[in-house]
């Protein structure tokens, strides 16, 4: 079985009323088991339409999409959405947490839904991510990189084969966007997640093991110098 994210020549079309948007235009990428790839480029070029596509939120208008090894667009909707609960992290920039539950209660939700075959033990994840110590807290009751940090625990606890993360440090100071991405990538890396991390965070390019560069949907290698 093919491991990891492959994606190939995917074409994503919006129908925005005045004419039709080439959100992504002829998209390969292949992330492999515990790589992490980081993708930048401008507002709008593409980068979360990109990350929905892979996380079987949307249906791409062509081309296909493998998560290890199961093509999206020919499975059905109800193994879709299994594929994307079971098998898919996603970790976005607020961390997107439940008001009214505590940490540990976040991070057990993702295996309420339904039964998860070989899940992460969510005590001992909370730990891994430093925050073992503020297991009964509340988001309200937490900075903005713990509740990141809580928010990566949740995204990982099912063993999700793909980890998809959208501008995670967009509310955080540098040293905790540092902790942050160094976090996902140990992460990653120990676990054999094949991740995509959006960023518009340039300083935090080096955790990564690869950076790629979108714009106007077409995706190619990033160079800085361009900057
Ligand atoms: N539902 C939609 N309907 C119409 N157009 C859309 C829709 N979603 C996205 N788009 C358009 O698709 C293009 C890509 O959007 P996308 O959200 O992927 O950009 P992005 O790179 O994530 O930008 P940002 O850095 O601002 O988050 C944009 O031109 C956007 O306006
Ligand atoms: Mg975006």
Redesign the pocket.
């Known amino acids: 079985m093919t491991s990891g994210l492959i994606l190939s020549d995917v074409t ?1 079309l ?3 009323g005045d004419g039709t ?4 235009d002829g998209v390969s990428l292949e992330v492999a088991a515990g790589e992490v790839v980081a993708l930048v ?12 596509v892979a996380g079987a939120l949307t249906t791409p208008t062509s081309g296909t999409v493998l998560v290890g090894g199961s093509e999206l667009s020919s499975a059905t909707p109800r193994e879709r959405s299994r594929i994307r609960r079971e098998r898919i992290g996603f970790v976005f920039q607020s961390g997107n947490l439940v008001p009214a539950l505590t940490s540990l209660d976040q991070v057990r939700l993702p295996l309420t839904f339904g039964r998860v075959a070989n899940p992460r033990d969510p005590v001992a994840l909370l730990t891994d991510v430093g925050m073992d110590h503020k297991a009964r807290r509340r988001p309200h009751q937490l900075s903005g990189g713990e509740r990141q940090r809580v928010g990566i625990a949740r995204a990982l606890v099912t063993r999700p084969e793909i980890l998809l993360v ?2 995670p440090t967009a509310a955080l100071d540098r040293r905790r966007s540092q902790e942050i991405v160094a976090l996902l990538a140990e992460e990653a890396h120990e676990h054999g997640v094949a991740t995509v991390l ?1 960023t ?1 965070d340039h300083d935090v390019l080096h955790h990564c093991d690869r950076v790629l560069e ?1 714009v106007d ?1 077409r995706l190619g290698a990033f160079t800085p110098s361009t900057r």
């Open positions: 994503l919006h129908n925005d948007v080439r959100a992504l480029g401008p507002s709008g070029s593409g980068k979360s339409s990109l990350l929905a959208d501008e959006v518009h979108i949907g």
